[in-house]
């Protein structure tokens, strides 16, 4: 691939260098040099070369530096560009800067700082009015064939949802509401333990990286599942402990690590019942530890297998 560029080999190391020491708890993926270039040194691919720019599959496009889930594909569509064009990002997984040149509006990853490319405004493609035109070699790309969905309930869902959106292979994570009788419910309606429903996270994950086996483990050893009724100080029958299941693999899998948690002298109250319908909670409720910048009380990482 040609990049339009004039930026040294060396340059590359540095800036690479330079990136992993901003956030040394941060592991990122070893890039190639042209994606370095690109990626670290803010170079363009030249139009109509990128893997993704006719990519028209069903899936998500993830940062290729971190792996942060960045645009669904539904929000892709054809500007004839010559690069990817989104009019929408996944919530809070880009952010725009001021371009050096003075004039346009640079996207990277909000996760880790890689260059992704520049958005622009105002130009009438969709009813969005907005267009991220990205380098392909900025991304990866996961086929929805190979993303998988599970759905935990362990107490609030901000501790659940806190361990599961930073384990590997998990693309996307949901908070909201399962179990219950009413339509559509409000954080304020299940609270009042009228409606029936328990805080759940969804989980969805890619496949080929994790098991829905490995997020069970995390599940476990980040909860008491020998409580019944609550969790920690969180008192009532949205807090249970439950794992709605998608499909006949799944309950198999949740069946033998009850009787392994048993065999360990364990005594886990989680009930296992099939998936119904998901309701998302409000917005505020999402990703709440990270916007808070902390960590949950009750849900504390503890080794079991």
């Not at 929408?88 to 003075?102: F, H, L, S, Y």
């Not at 995390?218 to 008491?224: D, Q, S």
Request: hydrophobic share 30%; aromatic share 12%; proline share 3%.
């Amino acid at each position: 691939m040609k990049i339009q560029t004039f930026v040294l080999g060396f340059l590359i190391i540095l800036s690479q260098n330079a990136c992993n020491q901003t956030n040394k708890k941060m592991t990122y993926n070893k890039l190639t040099t042209d994606e370095a270039l690109v990626i670290l040194n803010k170079a363009t691919e030249r139009p109509y070369t990128g893997e993704y720019v006719n990519n028209k599959d069903a899936g998500i496009y993830t940062c290729k530096q971190c792996d942060a889930h960045l645009y669904n594909s539904s929000d892709k569509f054809d500007s004839h560009c010559g690069w990817p064009s989104f009019d929408d990002e996944i919530k809070g997984a880009v952010k725009r800067i001021p371009d050096a040149d003075g004039h346009r509006t640079e996207i990277v990853c909000a996760n880790c700082g890689g260059h992704l490319g520049h958005v622009f405004m105002n130009e009438g493609f969709t009813e969005k009015n907005t267009r991220h035109c990205v380098n392909s070699i900025s991304m990866k790309f996961i086929p929805n064939k190979k993303m998988e969905k599970a759905y935990f309930a362990s107490g609030c869902f901000w501790g659940t949802e806190y361990h599961f959106m930073k384990a590997k292979g998990v693309i996307e994570t949901t908070v909201g509401y399962m179990g219950g009788k009413t339509l559509n419910p409000t954080y304020k309606e299940v609270c009042s333990g009228t409606t029936g429903h328990i805080e759940t996270t969804e989980v969805v994950f890619d496949s080929s990286q994790t098991s829905f086996e490995n997020l069970l483990k995390l599940y476990y050893e980040t909860h008491n599942f020998e409580q019944i009724g609550g969790q920690g100080p969180d008192i009532g029958s949205q807090y249970q402990s439950v794992v709605f299941y998608v499909n006949e693999e799944q309950k198999v899998m949740v069946d033998k690590y009850m009787q392994i948690l048993t065999d360990k002298s364990y005594k886990p109250a989680t009930k296992l019942l099939p998936a119904p319908k998901f309701w998302a909670a409000e917005d505020y409720h999402q990703e709440y530890y990270d916007k808070k910048d902390g960590s949950p009380y009750c849900h504390i990482y503890k080794k079991i297998f």
